[in-house]
């Protein structure tokens, strides 16, 4: 399907959906269409759609469209996004400090293929490891990939192994689905993961998992180069960081609570 022909379509679904958040006890298809300078036929199709995935939703007896559920849902999971990083962010400042490497959150993305970075927190070295806010990462990006999978059923990450296979990223990466999935367990029991250089040459990294009842999984990690992070250092800070993600955890729990 012709993708200019979509984009216009959807600006509009957001255009109708800002209508109908705005008008108190709900509106009508007509006047959406009034209000838009939009041909009825064509609100009718949109709303159509819409009401079908929950986005909008008809009173019966008046039939005037309100907000749907599904919009409800998808605001609480973006709103807890940045819950979640306003609860992380002083946390993992303070964890930089002590560690002088840089601090990532990242979340496990709607599709359940890659890691979204939510926040960084920047070693203070001239030589250092970074992600901008916003870019993604492949799942199998070895400690906070480990986390994150710790936290899923293992059907789903045999389902995603089978489907995508064990990337050979460095000689290092774990390639043996038999071998991955021990690996997993072991995150899963110890409560953080490590990496001696399977997803870069030359970089390693340590992370703990986030995981709070109906959000996206989240990991907590650290990530630096071989030379800063040595073996003392790296299991030093594997019970900072699983230190810091429990607490991450417990305020993030508090505060939906309150």
């Given at each position: 399907m012709n993708?200019?022909?979509?984009?216009?379509?959807v600006k509009k679904a957001f255009d109708i959906l800002k209508v109908i958040s705005i008008s108190r006890g709900g509106i009508r298809l007509n006047e959406i269409a009034k209000s838009l300078d939009i041909a009825k036929s064509s609100v009718h199709g949109i709303i159509s759609i819409l009401e079908e995935i929950g986005a909008v939703k008809k009173d019966s007896a008046t039939g005037k469209y309100g907000l749907g559920l599904t919009l409800f849902e998808l605001g609480r999971k973006a709103y807890s996004?940045?819950?979640?990083r306003e609860i992380a962010r002083p946390i993992m400042e303070k964890l930089m400090?002590?560690?002088q490497e840089t601090v990532f959150l990242g979340t496990l993305s709607s599709d359940n293929e890659r890691i979204l970075v939510l926040d960084t927190v920047e070693?203070?070295?001239?030589?250092?490891?970074?992600s901008p806010i916003g870019t993604t990462l492949n799942l199998f990006a070895a400690a906070p990939g480990k986390a994150i999978m710790a936290c899923m059923n293992?059907?789903?990450?045999?389902?995603?192994?089978?489907?995508?296979?064990?990337p050979k990223l460095t000689d290092k990466s774990i390639t043996d689905p038999v071998i991955f999935m021990e690996e997993i367990r072991r995150v899963g029991k110890n409560g953080y993961a490590?990496?001696?250089e399977e997803y870069m040459p030359g970089v390693r990294a340590v992370a703990a998992p986030i995981n709070l009842e109906d959000q996206p999984i989240a990991a907590l990690y650290i990530v630096g180069f071989k030379k800063s992070l040595d073996d003392n250092k790296m299991d030093a800070i594997k019970y900072e960081i699983k230190n810091a993600a429990e607490l991450i955890y417990r305020l993030s729990i508090e505060r939906m609570h309150i």
């Open positions: 993708k200019k022909y979509l984009a216009p379509s996004q940045v819950n979640l400090e002590s560690v070693s203070s070295h001239d030589m250092k490891i970074t293992e059907d789903t990450v045999m389902e995603i192994i089978k489907r995508k296979g064990l490590m990496d001696y």
